[in-house]
C-alpha cells in the first residue's frame, strides 16, 4: 500500500521541477561589445549578493558626472539594451549597463526573480559611488520589463537616486503570472497554489514589490514608458500604475506600434526619455 503515498508525493515532485524549470530564465551571452559600434567602453565586474559577481560595462563620457544605470529583462543581456543605452550616451551620460545574476555572462543563481534584479541594481548603484563616485553627481535608473520593476522597487527602498525609467513593467507579479498560467489552462485553484509557492520561494509577497505599489513610495521623478502594442504586458498594466499612484512626478508615455521586446521603438522615441531627464535636472543635450 506504500505506493499509493509515492504516487502523490513523487506527482508533486515531478510538479515543482517543471515549475522550477518553466520559470528558469534563458541565458543569453553578449556576443558583441560597445566597441562593435565604435563606442569605447570598461568591462566591469562588480560583487553582489551571496558571494556572485555581476558582468557589465561602463562607456564613460569625458567630463561627464551624471550616469544612467541600465538593467534588461528576463532572458536578456547588457548587449540587447545597448541600442536604447546609446542615445544617452550620446547626450552626455555615462552609461553602466548591467548583466543580472543568471543572466548575460553574470554569475550563476538558483533562480531569478524581480527582487533578485532589485539587489543585483542596487549593488551596481553602492558599486558605482564606492569606485566611480566622480560618475555620481546624479543617477538615473532604466529598466525593461522585470528589469523595469527591479528599479523601481530598488528605488523605492533608497534616497540616492535622481529619476527612474520604468519601461514595459507589469503592474503586479499576481496578474501577469495568473495571465501566463491561464494561457496554459491550468486550473484556478492550482494557479493559487502556484502563486503561494513562488512567493514562499522568493522570499517576498507580490503585494512587496508591485510596480503599482513601490510607486507610490518614490517621491522623484518617474516616467512609465509602455508599447501600445505589447502582447506580454498589455498597456493597461501601465495604465493601472498610473492610475494608482496618480502623482504629478509619474509621468506616461504610450509608444504606437512597439510590442514587449520592441527595444527599437524606444530608441525612436529616445528624444523623449532623454528629454524627461532634461526636466529632471540632468545635462543632457537633446
Known amino acids: ?17 517543471v515549475l522550477h524549470l518553466g520559470f528558469k530564465a534563458p541565458r543569453n551571452r553578449e556576443t558583441k561589445t560597445p566597441l562593435d559600434s565604435g ?13 556572485k559577481k555581476l558582468y557589465g560595462w561602463l562607456l564613460p563620457v569625458n567630463g561627464s558626472h551624471e550616469t544612467l544605470i541600465i538593467l534588461h529583462g528576463w532572458g536578456g543581456n547588457a548587449e540587447l539594451m545597448l541600442p536604447i543605452a546609446l542615445p544617452f550616451y550620446n547626450a552626455g551620460l555615462n552609461i553602466l549597463l548591467i548583466d543580472s545574476r543568471a543572466h548575460g555572462k553574470s554569475d550563476a543563481a ?3 526573480s524581480l527582487p533578485r534584479f ?24 532604466l529598466g525593461h520589463s ?7 522597487f530598488e528605488t523605492s527602498k ?33 494557479i493559487q497554489i502556484i502563486l503561494r509557492y513562488v512567493q514562499w520561494l522568493i522570499g517576498h509577497s507580490f503585494n512587496s514589490f508591485a510596480p503599482m505599489n513601490t ?4 517621491p522623484i521623478p518617474i516616467l512609465i514608458a509602455h508599447g501600445k502594442d505589447d502582447k506580454t504586458i498589455p498597456i493597461d498594466d501601465a495604465r493601472a500604475i498610473i492610475d494608482n499612484c496618480p502623482k504629478p512626478h509619474i509621468e506616461l508615455f504610450e509608444v504606437d506600434n512597439a510590442g514587449h521586446e520592441s527595444v527599437d521603438k524606444f530608441e525612436e522615441h529616445a528624444v523623449v526619455l532623454i528629454h524627461f531627464l532634461r526636466k529632471s535636472s540632468f545635462t543632457v543635450t537633446l
Open 1 to 17: 500500500m506504500l505506493w499509493l503515498l509515492f504516487v502523490p508525493v513523487g506527482l508533486i515532485g515531478l510538479f515543482l521541477i
Open 39 to 51: 563606442v569605447e567602453f570598461q568591462e566591469v565586474s562588480i560583487p553582489t549578493l551571496n558571494n
Open 110 to 112: 538558483t533562480f531569478s
Open 118 to 141: 532589485a539587489e543585483d541594481v542596487g549593488k551596481s548603484i553602492d558599486w558605482l559611488k564606492n569606485e566611480q563616485p566622480q560618475l555620481c553627481k546624479k543617477i538615473a535608473l
Open 146 to 152: 522585470v528589469g523595469a520593476g527591479a528599479v523601481l
Open 158 to 190: 533608497r534616497d540616492d537616486i535622481d529619476a527612474v525609467i520604468s519601461i514595459s513593467a507589469f503592474a503586479h507579479a499576481n496578474w501577469m503570472m495568473t495571465r501566463y498560467l491561464q494561457s496554459l489552462y491550468i486550473p484556478h485553484f492550482l
Open 215 to 218: 510607486v507610490c513610495k518614490i
